[in-house]
């Protein structure tokens, strides 16, 4: 019998390497998780002469490095990760590097690799005592049949004295230069991963790339000089407080003290009683026409805020969780926003930190070192933060209102100066009946605009008025999503009392009214999604919209409720054709969603047949024109005239406000399009038809 091996061809180590990973930012971004991994607070990723082909790539870290066993065992092993069961570094930090592999990409860039490590002699000291290196020569590997040919000697060796404990690793003779866009690559990666403060006790990346020293700079800051507007502010020994904004170009706009701001304690102008502390929050302006002269890649800006977004808060220089983590908003930055949103920063749209001087350690950690205990100094730290926000919104409030102002009024010194010029023309023509007949059109027109103008008036109060109803929607539905998600685990908490103190004839009745409960709760917790999914900003802009995407992703989100209502939707999309408009996203929403509510209302009508609840959206595409038809199987329109029902106000509904149908009327037609309705349609229902000329 012959036994053997699996072994592996050389050219594997290339279709593991560039083709499993083609970018090398990837596998420069994978050995840098490895430093974090290995308890790093500092990584220098350092690039030289990599404009031609020859420079080298060094990552250097001050973890707690490797033993040449570690080498031989682990990090020499392809695919090997000892990381999937340890769970946590020593530091208590979460694992975040992969399976081995995407180093091995960085690795083969150059001629040959060499690793330095110097392992620490005892944990969390950092102190080394012996180095161990390895060095990779790829081209060792091409005149082998198999990988395992080669022999790589790994070199342990004692330090004279002791050093500190960390890792290098060198990818020499680069086998191409690295452009530009590749380096742009890589630095956005790391900008990602890399902490934008430079605090004590977190995880640092640094670059050093001297050809492109304002890739250098983008690592250091972050995107933080993008930042349209950062708030300063200043809590000082005394208790009293000081705050300062700067715009984007770093000249300062606004200042003030703690005597000016509105809060008060007890009546009296505020004395925080909290340590001293410092608050800096960067605010950016995420809108693509603010980037469109910019270098910054307002889709990589967005990932950033997303991985750092928030307030983050240190403690004596050390990092104080959740405050700052991802889906932690401790300061209600995103509720404040819901009712100002051109104006409030968010964890979305900002990045900031609360730096506390606390030598007598008046705040105190809770036991599990995660927040501190909300006392007396916490809450008026907190109280503290809100005021320099709040004053922060009121001077931008003002400002942006003193700017409408400004472009109201020279509009209207335009139109002043234009009739002007208008009338001085007409004064100049010699014919006297060329002149009275231009006179009457000018005063036909100017009747036309002004008439015009009374009718978007009474439309901007109505939709003033809507809007209010809206933000106090989207404030009912942020404010109750909190106490949403608290209750599941209250009514698991009481499941656990009664099952274990009462007998199962009450345990059965309890359940059977907690499961009422249940379903009540998953109803609320969906609407309140809805009505914030409905209300995003991003829906607002102008621009390209999938039709069929729109009404797919709106009837997904509605069909939990339609289904509680006993409702069926379907769907009849014209497959030949995927139309799109030219409109905004919130406009077909608007449509398609008050069609919907129009449709659940009739269906609750005494009026209402008995017989299956049904709505239909039907799409269909003829010579670039779209018709959108929704019917429903309710009682149909009745007591009222086709014409009435576009009327604002107008309503047959006990519950109705009358506008839902104005809104659609009006969406429609600033899409471009036409609308008309029948009273009964093929479900028995009402019908309404909305065309459009489509892209």
């Not at 304690?265 to 469109?292: M, T």
Request: aromatic share 6%.
């Amino acid at each position: 019998m012959t036994t053997s091996n699996l072994r592996f061809s050389p050219s594997i180590l290339s279709r593991l390497g560039e083709e499993l990973v083609p970018h090398f930012d990837q596998g420069i971004i994978e050995l840098v998780r490895n430093a974090y991994d290995a308890d790093a607070s500092e990584c220098i990723v350092k690039l030289t002469d990599i404009s031609e082909a020859g420079g080298e790539i060094s990552i250097i870290d001050d973890g707690v490095g490797m033993s040449s066993q570690d080498i031989v065992n682990a990090w020499l092993v392809l695919g090997h990760s000892s990381k999937r069961s340890a769970g946590t570094t020593a530091s208590g930090r979460i694992q975040v590097g992969d399976k081995g592999l995407g180093r091995l990409a960085a690795l083969r860039m150059g001629e040959n690799a060499k690793l330095e490590s110097r392992p620490e002699i005892e944990k969390k000291r950092k102190i080394a005592t012996s180095e161990s290196s390895v060095n990779i020569i790829w081209s060792d590997f091409d005149d082998t049949n198999t990988v395992d040919e080669v022999e790589l000697e790994t070199i342990e060796k004692d330090l004279k004295k002791p050093k500190k404990s960390g890792t290098r690793i060198r990818i020499q003779k680069l086998n191409k230069k690295i452009t530009r866009r590749e380096a742009e690559r890589l630095a956005r990666s790391l900008t990602i991963l890399s902490n934008p403060f430079d605090e004590t006790g977190d995880f640092k990346v640094i670059l050093e790339m001297p050809e492109h020293p304002d890739l250098e700079k983008m690592v250091r800051e972050g995107y933080l000089s993008e930042a349209e507007w950062v708030l300063k502010a200043e809590l000082l020994n005394d208790g009293s407080a000081t705050a300062s904004v700067l715009d984007w170009k770093g000249d300062l706009v606004w200042e003030t003290t703690s005597e000016n701001w509105f809060s008060k304690k007890n009546g009296v102008n505020p004395v925080y009683d909290s340590p001293p502390a410092e608050f800096r929050l960067s605010i950016f302006n995420l809108e693509s026409k603010s980037f469109a002269a910019r270098s910054t890649n307002i889709t990589q800006l967005k990932k950033w805020l997303k991985h750092l977004g928030g307030v983050h808060v240190y403690h004596n220089d050390f990092r104080v969780h959740p405050y700052g983590d991802s889906g932690f908003d401790w300061l209600d930055m995103n509720l404040a926003r819901v009712n100002n949103p051109s104006i409030r920063p968010s964890t979305n749209n900002s990045l900031g930190q609360v730096k506390i001087s606390d030598k007598n350690k008046l705040l105190q950690q809770k036991t599990d070192r995660v927040g501190f205990i909300e006392g007396e100094e916490f809450t008026e730290l907190k109280r503290f933060i809100l005021d320099s926000l709040n004053w922060y919104a009121r001077k931008r409030t003002s400002y942006e209102d003193e700017k409408r102002k400004a472009k109201k009024d020279k509009d209207k010194q335009d139109v002043k100066e234009s009739e002007q010029a208008l009338a001085d023309a007409i004064n100049n023509i010699d014919d006297e009946n060329q002149k009275k007949q231009l006179n009457l059109a000018v005063k036909a027109a100017t009747k036309a605009s002004k008439k015009r103008a009374k009718h978007l008036e009474s439309d901007l109060n109505l939709y003033r008025s809507l809007s209010t109803a809206g933000t106090t929607s989207a404030v009912f539905s942020h404010e109750i999503s909190k106490p949403l998600d608290e209750i599941p685990r209250v009514i698991k908490s009481a499941d656990k009392i009664v099952k274990d103190n009462c007998k199962d004839d009450i345990i059965k009745k309890y359940l059977r009214r907690t499961k009422n409960i249940s379903a009540y709760l998953d109803r609320l917790t969906h609407f309140a999604k809805l009505q914030l999914n409905l209300l995003k900003k991003d829906k607002r802009k102008v621009g390209v919209v999938d039709v069929y995407e729109t009404i797919e992703n709106l009837s997904e989100s509605f069909t939990p409720l339609l289904e509680r209502e006993k409702i069926t939707l379907t769907l009849e999309l014209d497959a030949t054709y995927r139309p799109k408009l030219n409109g905004s996203q919130s406009m077909l929403e608007a449509i398609i969603t008050n069609c919907f509510t129009n449709s659940m209302r009739a269906f609750r009508l005494d009026s209402a047949p008995k017989r299956d609840r049904l709505i239909q959206i039907r799409a269909h595409f003829e010579e670039k024109k779209l018709t959108l038809e929704i019917c429903d199987s309710g009682p149909g329109i009745i007591d009222v005239s086709i014409e009435d029902i576009w009327a604002p106000g107008f309503t047959t509904m006990p519950d109705g406000t009358g506008f839902g149908l104005t809104i659609i009327k009006d969406c429609v037609s600033d899409l471009g399009g036409s609308c008309r309705a029948l009273e009964t349609g093929n479900l028995g229902g009402a019908s309404f038809f909305f065309e459009f000329s489509v892209l």
